[in-house]
């Protein structure tokens, strides 16, 4: 399952302070439009101090996906990425001190432009600009899948997630994972700051995806980031990212578990 949130009610997803300093950072969320707004909204979203964000700008008459970090004028930046209304599609921003990239649905914008840091110490907001006035408003449509490293993704680890593939395969960037929410059930399954839900957003379909596997079913080899293979170390293991594969993977060198399971 994923979550509705109706723009005329409101409905978003407040975000606990993750903690931490960007960039280097990568945002990334599936969604499905319902239909355009005549303001601009937020997919993340910090005001206040940290004012850094992927969004969603209005230009007539559609959405087009932007970003800004500590304050910068870079949500002024045409990017060319426009959402469609009533599908799902993957929205994803990898950030570095000297370039942006941008990608909806595989389609792809880069801007090489210098970028301060921002500290993101404080809550923020999911599907949803808090600024709220006029000119921003909340999201209108579906989300799921929310997900933030602190890492600038590389290009083919951003086009394999636009490809239906959970952010936890890929492996290499369990570490850099700091937030991960499938909303496949229910909004905080998956490690990293909680997600409260605001004026009851309302459960949906999920967009197929393929997950990691469920411990019962046995295809691929355990986790190899951890040699020799043990579950206490596993779950011992700082990353919560680290945590929920070895919970998924099996308990001892060796155990086999599922290449992966398709959401619907």
């Known amino acids: 399952m994923a979550y509705q949130c109706v723009n005329a009610s409101n409905q978003y997803f407040a975000i606990a302070a993750p903690n931490i300093v960007v960039p280097p950072v990568t945002f990334s969320v599936w969604i499905n439009v319902a239909s355009i707004v005549a303001k601009s909204t937020g997919l993340f979203m910090w005001r206040g101090t940290v004012n850094s964000g992927l969004l969603l700008n209005y230009t007539s008459p559609n959405w087009e996906l932007r970003y800004y970090i500590a304050g910068g004028t870079q949500w002024q930046t045409a990017t060319g990425l426009y959402v469609s209304t009533g599908a799902w599609q993957h929205a994803c921003a990898a950030i570095t001190s000297s370039q942006a990239r941008l990608y909806l649905n595989g389609a792809s914008f880069t801007n090489n432009v210098s970028h301060s840091t ?44 636009a490809q239906r593939v959970s952010p936890l395969q890929l492996k290499n960037r369990l570490h850099d994972l700091v ?8 909004p905080n399954r998956g490690p990293g700051p909680a997600l409260t839900a605001v004026n009851a957003p309302s459960v949906v379909a999920h967009p197929p995806l393929i997950h990691p596997g469920s411990r019962l079913q046995a295809v691929s080899m355990p986790a190899h980031f951890l040699s020799p293979y043990r579950v206490s170390i596993a779950t011992a ?22 290449l992966g399971e398709v959401s619907s």
């Open 118 to 161: 921002a500290s993101i110490d404080e809550a923020g907001n999911l599907a949803r600009d808090p600024l709220v006035d006029a000119n921003h408003t909340s999201f209108n449509g579906s989300v799921a899948e929310a997900a933030i490293w602190t890492a600038a993704l590389s290009d083919e680890e951003c086009f394999t997630l």
């Open 179 to 186: 937030l991960y929410k499938d909303m496949l059930r229910e």
């Open 237 to 258: 293991h700082t990353s919560p990212a680290i945590q929920g594969c070895a919970e998924s993977v099996g308990a001892a060198q060796g155990a086999v578990g599922p």
